[in-house]
Every structure is written in structure tokens, then in C-alpha cells.
């Protein structure tokens, strides 16, 4: 059974930082590519951050400079390190594993408020 299971998150100030984890088992976590999305209700899902197997990076553009994505494949987790959280960073992130052959799992989501 595959299971992705996030962790982090909370209530910050504008200019803090928080670091979200996403912990998979049930896949062979070398073989996928991570990703973070966020949603809130005014808007739908999007991309924020993705890391190939190979390691390579995508960011939203207005996250860029501020999260960086990471992957350990020893603890099989994908982190997303966000810093100077704004209050339009608010939102509930969700975890993605995506390998070419299935059509992607999910992790529960997470919930992350920027607010003074």
C-alpha cells in the first residue's frame, strides 16, 4: 500500500519560515519524481516545487528564491523548506509522487497559515 505522509506546517508570521515533509512508503522512492502543490479555495491546485530522481528543481515563480525543495531517498522523504513566508503562501500543501507508469499518489495535505 502506497502511503505519503506529510508532516509540518502551522500558523507563522510574515517573514518566518516552516519546512514541510512528506514520508512515502510502498514505492520505490528513487524511481519518482516530487512534487509540492498547494490549494486554497479561492484558487486551484498548482505547482509549487518539484525535484526529478535525478535531482534537478522546478519552482513556481514567486516562490523562487524563497523554498527549496530536497529529496533523501535513505529516509525516502521529500522536504520543501519555505522561507520570508508571505501571507499569500497561505494554503494547504499536498505531497505528489509521480513515477511515468502510475498516475500518481497523494499525501494528506498540510495546512500553512501566514498571517501577523
Known amino acids: 500500500q502506497v502511503r505519503l505522509v506529510q508532516s509540518g506546517g502551522g500558523l507563522v508570521q510574515p517573514g518566518e519560515s516552516l519546512r514541510l515533509s512528506c514520508t512515502t512508503s510502498g514505492i520505490v522512492f528513487v524511481l519518482y519524481e516530487m512534487s509540492w502543490y498547494r490549494q486554497t479555495p479561492e484558487k486551484q491546485r498548482e505547482l509549487v516545487a518539484s525535484?526529478?530522481?535525478?535531482?534537478?528543481?522546478d519552482y513556481l515563480d514567486s516562490v523562487k528564491g524563497r523554498f527549496t525543495i530536497s529529496r533523501d531517498s535513505a529516509e525516502s522523504t521529500v522536504y520543501l523548506q519555505m522561507n520570508n513566508l508571505r501571507p499569500e503562501d497561505t494554503a494547504v500543501y499536498f505531497c505528489?509522487?509521480?513515477?511515468?507508469?502510475?498516475?500518481?499518489?497523494w499525501g494528506q495535505g498540510t495546512q500553512v497559515t501566514v498571517s501577523s
Open positions: 505528489n509522487a509521480k513515477a511515468e507508469w502510475d498516475d500518481g499518489h
Open positions: 525535484i526529478t530522481r535525478d535531482g534537478d528543481t
